[in-house]
């Protein structure tokens, strides 16, 4: 198995809860528009307010799409399905920019969250992380709403630190580096898991394997996560530039 070729799972959860609260969970406010409505939910977010103070064009797309598609009748999940993969490719773009210690940390609220809900349900955690083989889930119907405001706080942090004035400059050098100090962490996962280990980068042979494909992910992450937070960085910077 190549190394390049470890599918990293990252689900934007604050997506899944704007759009859960707006479209199903949403209390009724006499006298609102939807816009205005949709425009509420998101400012209880702090990474939709660093979307749109970094992507001011995007944001203005995005909130345009997704109130489309709720006056199409669209449910809640179609929505999510389209809208997290694009901010989840703006979230992998910063963290190419972002301090060693907010990548180690959004990568770790991550696992906080996949570990979560797993503990809820072994085929909630493989369709959180693999949402595109058997189709995702919305996050805030299965996690508590602390560490939902926790996930947007970390998500936030880390996108402003991107643009901040101690924001990383990702080299070739480090790149390589990466390259080296992920070879033990899989090859740890292969004498564990031997041939399973494609799931890594096939997700979609974990489908009846989802219980051990959760279980190999996170320690995937664990072991990464317990190296030094400049070597775990770079990892986690390596792995997202594939």
């Known amino acids: 198995m190549k190394l390049s070729r470890i599918v990293i799972p990252l689900v934007v959860v604050v997506v899944a809860t704007v759009v859960g609260f707006f479209i199903g969970a949403r209390p009724t406010h006499s006298g609102l528009t939807d816009e205005q409505q949709f425009d509420a939910a998101m400012s209880q977010f702090p990474s939709f ?11 203005s797309t995005l909130r345009t799409r997704a109130l489309t ?8 999940q179609q929505i999510i399905d389209v809208i997290q993969p694009e901010i989840l490719q703006i ?54 709403k602390e560490m939902l405001t926790y996930r947007a706080t ?4 880390m996108m402003r ?15 390589e580096r990466a390259q080296q100090d992920l070879q033990p962490v899989a ?7 031997g041939a399973d280990v494609a799931i890594l980068s096939e997700p ?12 190999m992910v996170e320690e995937l992450w664990s072991n990464v996560l317990a190296l030094p937070a400049d070597k775990a960085a770079g990892i986690v910077r390596f792995m997202m530039a594939q």
């Not at 598609?69 to 809640?76: L, P, R, S, V, Y």
């Not at 693999?130 to 919305?138: D, H, L, R, S, W």
């Not at 004035?165 to 050098?173: E, N, R, S």
Request: glycine share 6%.
């Open 154 to 157: 970390v998500d936030a942090e």
């Open 69 to 76: 598609m709720q006056k199409e009748g669209k449910t809640e």
């Open 161 to 175: 630190s991107a643009y901040g004035a101690g924001k990383h400059t990702a080299t070739p050098k480090e790149q």
């Open 49 to 59: 307010m660093v979307l749109k103070e970094q992507e001011p064009a995007y944001w």
């Open 204 to 215: 979609q042979k974990g489908v009846g394997k989802e219980k051990l494909t959760c279980d």
């Open 91 to 144: 979230q992998i773009s910063r963290l190419q920019s972002a301090p060693d210690d907010q990548v180690v940390r959004y990568m770790k609220v991550n696992m906080e969250q996949t570990a979560a809900i797993q503990k809820v349900s072994d085929d909630d955690c493989y369709r959180f992380l693999f949402p595109t083989v058997k189709g995702g889930i919305n996050p805030m119907r299965v996690l508590p």
């Open 187 to 193: 090859e740890k996962l292969m004498q564990k898991y």
